[in-house]
């Protein structure tokens, strides 16, 4: 898989993140971490998920919040979008070892599928900005 993270936009309170990839055969993603809270400008300890749009041709993407047993968040083939304004956000749940991460699995990739997938997402606890 050729595989992309792209930070769109990342601001004091939101950020919006593009995960691409194109299959080449053989591995798929297995947990791979895709957005680390860290590496986002004012670091929130966790992200609540605003917006899922996708368009999943070829395979089976499932996204997870990181914890000591991972926790389904998704599971996303074809195209569509995801809206969780009318909640304020998807949030993380919190189970124990939660990172605040977002994990992906891709399954069921052959040659040329592909995924495309942003996300916004609503900061959480800011400690301060990135150096």
């Known amino acids: 898989m050729t ?3 792209d930070v769109v936009y990342d601001g004091i309170r939101r ?3 593009q995960l691409t990839a194109v299959s080449e055969g053989g591995v798929a993603e297995s947990m791979v971490k895709k957005i680390d809270v860290e590496q986002l400008q004012y670091r929130p300890s966790v992200v609540g998920i605003q917006e899922i749009a996708y368009d999943v041709s070829g395979g089976l ?3 997870w919040w990181e914890a000591d047993d991972p926790k389904l968040i998704v599971e996303l083939t074809g195209q569509s979008v995801f809206c969780y304004d009318d909640m304020g956000d998807l949030p993380n749940p919190r189970p124990p070892g939660f990172t605040g991460n977002i994990l992906l699995s891709a399954v069921g ?3 040329g599928s592909s995924y495309t ?3 916004k997402l ?3 606890n800011n400690r301060s900005p990135v150096a």
């Open 61 to 63: 993407v499932r996204l």
């Open 117 to 119: 997938i942003k996300l």
């Open 109 to 111: 990739f052959d040659i």
């Open 15 to 17: 950020s919006v993140v």
């Open 3 to 5: 595989t992309q993270v």
């Open 122 to 124: 609503k900061k959480k």
